[in-house]
């Protein structure tokens, strides 16, 4: 059974900064498409950042530019550094994650952002408020 924890949110003033974390354990396979997706209440998923074990990467535009994901395999964690946060980055953020048996046969960076709830799992959240 997979385990997706994420961690790191707050409340930070627009043009401030905030890192989250998400760590995954029991991952079933060792080839994989990992991501960040938001949800604000009424409001559809939006998937913002994914990377894959093929060293593929994926940013929403909506984010370009002040978003970047990376991830620490020795640690098993994924991250989401968030710079020049706006009013409306708040939101409920997830971390998800795909993963299969050989390489390229995850969904892709590109699905996990159109789709995120492709992932097929996904942590609690956590949530971040910018303020002005």
């Known amino acids: 059974q997979v385990q997706v924890v994420e961690s790191g949110g707050g409340s930070v003033q627009s043009g401030g900064s905030l890192k989250l974390s998400c760590t995954v354990s029991g991952a079933p396979f060792s080839y994989y498409c990992m991501g960040w997706f938001r949800q604000v209440p009424g409001k559809e998923h939006e998937g913002l950042a994914a990377l894959d074990s093929e060293g593929s990467t994926s940013i929403a535009d909506s984010v370009k530019g002040r978003f970047t994901v990376s991830q620490d395999n020795a640690k098993n964690m994924l991250y989401l550094q968030m710079d020049n946060l706006k009013l409306e980055d708040t939101a409920m953020y997830y971390c998800?994650?795909?993963?299969?048996?050989?390489?390229?046969?995850?969904?892709?960076?590109?699905?996990?952002?159109?789709?995120?709830?492709?992932?097929?799992?996904w942590g609690q959240g956590t949530q971040v408020n910018v303020s002005s």
């Open positions: 998800g994650a795909d993963f299969a048996p050989a390489p390229n046969l995850h969904m892709t960076t590109d699905q996990a952002l159109g789709a995120p709830l492709g992932f097929g799992v």
